[in-house]
């Protein structure tokens, strides 16, 4: 199991969760800010399975709009090994 921190723009936020959710990945989303100007972000935290890591990345790197900036990126994605986890 892996645990992606996606934090992207706010403005790409509702087209990546939807994605995200279209392709039946679940998805938490969480408001964020940071960066030298305190623009608005979002964090997504994204749990899949090993296999569908590659998948998830891909759908967000589509699913973000290029930015206006070219020093500006798309997205900061970690990925995350999950020890463990529980639904309770």
């Known amino acids: 199991m892996k645990l992606i921190i996606a934090i992207i723009r706010d403005e790409d936020s509702e087209f990546v969760s939807h994605a995200l959710v279209s392709a039946d990945l679940r998805v938490t989303r969480i408001a964020s800010t940071g960066g030298f100007l305190r623009k608005g972000s979002t964090t997504l935290m994204i749990g ?18 290029p930015p206006k900036d070219p020093a500006q990126k798309r997205a900061t994605l970690f990925i995350l090994d999950v020890a463990r986890y529980e639904h309770v």
């Open 48 to 65: 899949v399975e090993e296999n569908l890591v590659e998948k998830a990345i891909q759908i967000i790197r589509e699913s973000c709009a």
